[in-house]
């Protein structure tokens, strides 16, 4: 019942951005931890950005500065603007939402329960 849906994904030159959405539905989107998440073949999943149910932020160092998460609670939409994208972003994008965790760990995959199917973001030289 609880679904999120990307969007946003495709190929850009490095250097270039995009903003990628997550529309969520089948939940109290307001009361929710939500997240992005990425993985690249042969590689773990990244906790990249996470924003809390009181808008608390927090980001991973390798997009610390070039990523920004934000939330409306009106749209239920998860929203990530990825500026200055380089080669090494290349990856599944995952949007994430928590189980309404008080103190959850916005990077964790762990702490994260509904997962939306992935957008691709290629980056390109």
């Known amino acids: 019942q609880v679904q999120l849906v990307e969007s946003g994904g495709g190929s850009v030159q490095a250097g270039g951005s995009l903003r990628l959405s997550c529309v969520a539905s089948?939940?109290?989107?307001?009361?929710?931890?939500v997240a992005w998440f990425r993985q690249a073949p042969g590689k773990e999943r990244e906790g990249l950005a996470g924003i809390d149910y009181r808008a608390y932020t927090q980001y991973a160092d390798s997009v610390k500065g070039r990523f920004t998460i934000s939330r409306d609670n009106v749209k239920k939409t998860l929203y990530l603007q990825m500026n200055s994208l380089e080669l090494d972003d290349t990856a599944m994008y995952y949007c994430a939402a928590d189980g309404g965790l008080r103190y959850p760990r916005l990077l964790s995959e762990s702490d994260f329960f509904y997962w939306g199917q992935g957008t691709q973001v290629t980056v390109s030289s």
């Open positions: 089948g939940l109290t989107f307001s009361r929710y931890s």
